[in-house]
């Protein structure tokens, strides 16, 4: 059997563990080789970008343990039954077809930084020249007292989009007539800063339908939170005397689950919950600490082209990278994916380097067509990615403009999906 | 002696300032505007008896939200600038007047332009009349112009590197679709240099009502609006 590219494409996990390294290895021709390991809004943009530029002078494969990848952004719209399921699915066909990516289905479980390899969970070892890493996110062990991932069925964190926002999603509409649902929501810095906020809001708006003596109550550690006075000013407008946010200053921060009783003590207080959304505090995704380049819970990279501060051969991106102001978001990934992107076609085969520019915005969905949105864009310092202007929607805006802001989110998903996935 | 330097200082500060103030020219010519309006007459009607026909009637329109005029059927790139917050000031008609389609991406009016600002401001001081005037409500739109929204030529001739629009364009593309689509944010793609350039200065200068849009532009200098514009136009 020869590799080539056609019989690499949608190899499992199974196909994959009969590759040896020889054999990936013959399939690079001499060309430079990246990595790029995780499929989402940093993995998937770089990976296009780099293919697309380099015209076939660079070797590009991509790790990515899921088939069909379900987006973050757009999951609560999920939730709050304004998407289905599939729009927010993505397949990786096209970056394999039409720009020749080796797109491996797997887990990478180890780096070897002086070998420059990637070990992946079928046996196979991937050599690159340039190793990206955009994993996302894990969960801090023992965050919340009485959660871990084995309680993730009974309260499912939904911060990793698909079966579990589909659970969370028939536990909110399974719920009795007056009950209550509760979140926990994550300590600073985490994915998503408004996440947990539309995430309510979105459950609000599909209560207010089925369940309108329901209530929701957030725990949260935080004394405040992205966008605060727009989602206050929602849900005081929206969904009046529904939602409860118990912040750092009431015991927000002072909480204990227990999953088997579904009850969550809130400073000492406690409550039955009748779904229960425990978002913990997070990390870099776990293979950033395997490879050695995280520094406390993040892997700090350079701004000016996103590599390690650690290991110059290898790139962080997105929600697991230490950068400075940026937010972890999928359109922070997205746009530090091209910057990565230049940078290594630059190093690997002498294409022009542009100075960093990154941009970042934001949409959340408060009720239906009312939007809100939050951005800023960024340059590359030697200290950190730093902020350059901003702007946020404002409180008492007029009913098109809000309609306005959601139709563009709308757009928004369009064009970064495009951007990623091709 | 240094207390009467700084009264001197103080005194020109006064004056100058005084003077700032009065350095403004009316509008234009009322009358000759009048004539320049039979250009427009054919879709646009202003005065008592005004109605809307192609397009909508103008009485008023000094300090009226941009699609705003009931019953009026509006293209979608007129009530998405509305949205974004669109009021025609002086300077918004001028501009409007000058390439309907550098301020409103999409508009149905279908008109090339008064590239001559004279016949623009003639044509504005004659719609001034049919709008509320400053002597009426004090808070009305000025009846005066003070400066040009133009762009000098200089920067119209600027040659962009495409290669370099090539990057820049990627934080372009996460929002505006590379194939032109235009569901919730509009396409960028094949515009001519000329109306991407100046739309992209009006958005730099806030003319163009947009935060998100306003912030891009914003830190964008001359060559690089020039190269994304030379980047988009010939993207297949």
């Given at each position: 059997?020869?590799?080539?590219?056609?019989?690499?494409?949608?190899?499992?996990?199974?196909?994959?563990?009969t590759?040896?390294?020889?054999?990936?290895?013959?399939?690079?021709?001499?060309?430079?080789?990246?990595?790029?390991?995780?499929?989402?809004a940093?993995?998937?943009?770089?990976?296009?970008?780099?293919?697309?530029?380099a015209?076939?002078?660079?070797?590009?494969?991509l790790?990515?343990?899921?088939?069909?990848?379900?987006?973050?952004?757009?999951?609560n719209?999920?939730?709050?039954?304004?998407?289905?399921?599939?729009?927010?699915?993505?397949?990786?066909?096209?970056?394999?077809?039409?720009?020749?990516?080796?797109?491996?289905?797997?887990?990478?479980?180890?780096?070897?930084r002086?070998?420059r390899?990637?070990?992946?969970?079928?046996?196979?070892?991937?050599?690159?020249?340039?190793?990206?890493?955009?994993?996302g996110?894990?969960f801090v062990?023992?965050?919340?007292?009485?959660?871990?991932?084995?309680?993730?069925?009974?309260?499912?964190?939904?911060?990793?989009?698909?079966?579990?926002?589909e659970?969370?999603?028939?536990?909110?509409?399974?719920?009795?007539?007056?009950?209550?649902?509760?979140?926990?929501?994550?300590?600073?810095?985490?994915?998503?800063?408004?996440?947990?906020?539309?995430?309510?809001?979105?459950?609000?708006?599909?209560?207010?339908?089925?369940?309108?003596?329901?209530?929701?109550?957030?725990a949260d550690?935080?004394?405040?939170?992205s966008?605060?006075?727009?989602?206050?000013?929602?849900?005081?407008?929206h969904y009046?005397?529904?939602?409860?946010?118990?912040?750092d200053?009431?015991?927000?921060?002072?909480?204990?689950?227990?999953?088997?009783?579904?009850?969550?003590?809130?400073?000492?207080?406690?409550?039955?919950?009748d779904?229960?959304?425990?978002?913990?505090?997070?990390?870099?995704?776990?293979?950033?600490?395997?490879?050695g380049?995280?520094?406390?819970n993040?892997?700090?990279?350079?701004?000016?082209?996103?590599?390690?501060?650690?290991?110059?051969?290898?790139?962080?991106?997105?929600?697991?990278?230490?950068q400075?102001?940026?937010?972890?978001?999928?359109?922070?990934?997205?746009?530090?994916?091209?910057?990565?992107?230049?940078?290594?076609?630059g190093?690997?085969?002498?294409s022009?380097?542009?100075?960093?520019k990154?941009?970042?915005?934001?949409?959340?969905?408060?009720?239906?067509?009312?939007?809100?949105?939050v951005?800023?864009?960024?340059?590359?310092t030697d200290?950190?990615?730093?902020?350059?202007?901003?702007?946020?929607?404002?409180?008492?805006?007029?009913?098109?403009l809000?309609?306005?802001?959601?139709?563009?989110?709308?757009g928004?998903y369009?064009?970064?999906?495009?951007?990623?996935?091709? | 002696?240094?207390?009467?330097?700084?009264?001197l200082?103080?005194?020109?500060?006064?004056?100058?300032?005084?003077?700032?103030?009065?350095?403004?020219?009316?509008?234009?010519d009322?009358?000759?505007?009048?004539?320049?309006?039979?250009?427009?007459?054919?879709?646009?009607?202003v005065?008592?008896?005004?109605?809307?026909?192609?397009?909508?009637?103008?009485?008023?329109?000094?300090?009226?939200?941009?699609?705003?005029?009931d019953?009026?059927?509006?293209s979608?790139?007129?009530?998405?600038?509305?949205?974004?917050?669109?009021?025609?000031?002086?300077?918004?008609?001028?501009?409007?007047?000058?390439?309907?389609?550098?301020?409103?991406?999409?508009?149905?009016?279908?008109?090339?332009?008064?590239?001559?600002?004279?016949?623009?401001?003639?044509?504005?001081?004659?719609?001034?009349?049919?709008?509320?005037?400053?002597?009426?409500i004090?808070?009305?739109?000025?009846?005066?112009?003070l400066?040009?929204?133009?762009l000098?030529?200089?920067?119209?001739?600027?040659?962009?590197d495409?290669?370099?629009?090539?990057?820049?364009?990627?934080?372009?593309?996460?929002?505006h679709?590379?194939?032109?689509?235009?569901?919730?944010?509009?396409?960028?793609?094949?515009?001519?240099?000329?109306?991407?350039?100046?739309?992209?200065?009006?958005?730099k200068?806030?003319?163009r009502?947009?935060?998100?849009?306003?912030?891009?532009a914003?830190?964008?200098?001359?060559?690089?609006?020039?190269?994304?514009?030379?980047?988009?136009?010939?993207?297949?």
């Amino acid at each position: 059997m020869t590799l080539n590219r056609r019989s690499f494409i949608g190899t499992g996990v199974a196909a994959a563990a009969t590759l040896s390294a020889p054999m990936v290895l013959a399939a690079s021709h001499g060309k430079p080789r990246v990595v790029v390991v995780g499929g989402g809004a940093g993995g998937a943009t770089a990976a296009r970008y780099i293919a697309k530029g380099a015209k076939g002078a660079i070797d590009v494969t991509l790790v990515e343990p899921t088939r069909k990848y379900y987006t973050c952004f757009f999951s609560n719209l999920y939730i709050g039954g304004f998407r289905q399921l599939a729009s927010i699915g993505h397949t990786y066909g096209t970056l394999a077809a039409e720009y020749g990516i080796n797109v491996v289905h797997d887990w990478a479980i180890g780096v070897d930084r002086d070998a420059r390899t990637v070990s992946l969970a079928g046996g196979a070892k991937l050599p690159y020249d340039r190793l990206i890493l955009s994993p996302g996110i894990d969960f801090v062990d023992g965050a919340v007292p009485g959660w871990d991932v084995s309680a993730q069925n009974a309260m499912p964190h939904a911060y990793k989009a698909g079966s579990q926002t589909e659970l969370l999603k028939a536990q909110v509409n399974a719920m009795p007539q007056g009950g209550t649902f509760l979140m926990v929501a994550p300590p600073n810095p985490f994915r998503c800063p408004p996440g947990p906020y539309e995430r309510v809001s979105m459950v609000a708006h599909a209560l207010k339908a089925t369940n309108p003596t329901a209530k929701i109550i957030i725990a949260d550690p935080k004394p405040k939170f992205s966008k605060m006075a727009l989602f206050q000013e929602g849900w005081g407008r929206h969904y009046d005397g529904m939602i409860d946010w118990i912040g750092d200053d009431f015991g927000g921060g002072n909480v204990e689950v227990d999953p088997g009783a579904m009850t969550v003590s809130i400073d000492g207080e406690v409550t039955k919950a009748d779904a229960c959304n425990v978002i913990p505090a997070m990390k870099a995704g776990r293979i950033c600490e395997q490879a050695g380049l995280t520094e406390g819970n993040w892997a700090p990279v350079s701004g000016h082209t996103m590599q390690s501060r650690i290991d110059e051969n290898i790139h962080v991106l997105g929600d697991s990278c230490a950068q400075g102001d940026m937010p972890k978001s999928g359109f922070s990934a997205n746009s530090q994916a091209k910057v990565a992107a230049m940078a290594i076609r630059g190093a690997l085969t002498g294409s022009k380097v542009f100075p960093a520019k990154f941009s970042n915005t934001c949409w959340s969905l408060l009720e239906t067509n009312d939007g809100v949105k939050v951005g800023a864009t960024y340059e590359a310092t030697d200290e950190k990615i730093a902020k350059v202007d901003g702007f946020i929607s404002k409180t008492g805006e007029n009913a098109a403009l809000r309609q306005a802001t959601f139709e563009e989110s709308v757009g928004w998903y369009a064009g970064i999906t495009a951007d990623m996935f091709g | 002696m240094r207390w009467l330097g700084k009264m001197l200082l103080a005194w020109l500060a006064l004056t100058g300032a005084a003077l700032a103030e009065h350095d403004v020219d009316a509008i234009g010519d009322a009358d000759r505007g009048a004539e320049v309006f039979k250009k427009c007459r054919g879709c646009h009607l202003v005065g008592a008896e005004a109605k809307n026909r192609v397009g909508p009637h103008l009485n008023g329109i000094f300090g009226r939200k941009a699609a705003a005029i009931d019953g009026f059927f509006y293209s979608k790139g007129l009530q998405r600038a509305a949205s974004d917050g669109l009021i025609w000031d002086l300077e918004r008609l001028d501009a409007y007047l000058e390439n309907p389609k550098a301020l409103v991406s999409g508009t149905r009016m279908s008109f090339r332009g008064l590239k001559d600002p004279h016949d623009r401001q003639d044509v504005l001081a004659y719609l001034r009349g049919f709008s509320d005037k400053p002597s009426d409500i004090p808070e009305a739109a000025p009846t005066a112009i003070l400066h040009e929204v133009a762009l000098p030529p200089e920067i119209l001739a600027i040659v962009g590197d495409p290669e370099y629009g090539e990057y820049l364009s990627s934080e372009c593309t996460t929002c505006h679709q590379r194939d032109g689509s235009d569901d919730g944010i509009p396409s960028i793609t094949r515009w001519p240099t000329e109306d991407f350039v100046v739309a992209m200065h009006a958005y730099k200068r806030k003319i163009r009502p947009h935060p998100v849009m306003q912030m891009m532009a914003g830190r964008l200098d001359d060559e690089e609006i020039a190269a994304l514009a030379a980047y988009f136009e010939n993207l297949e």
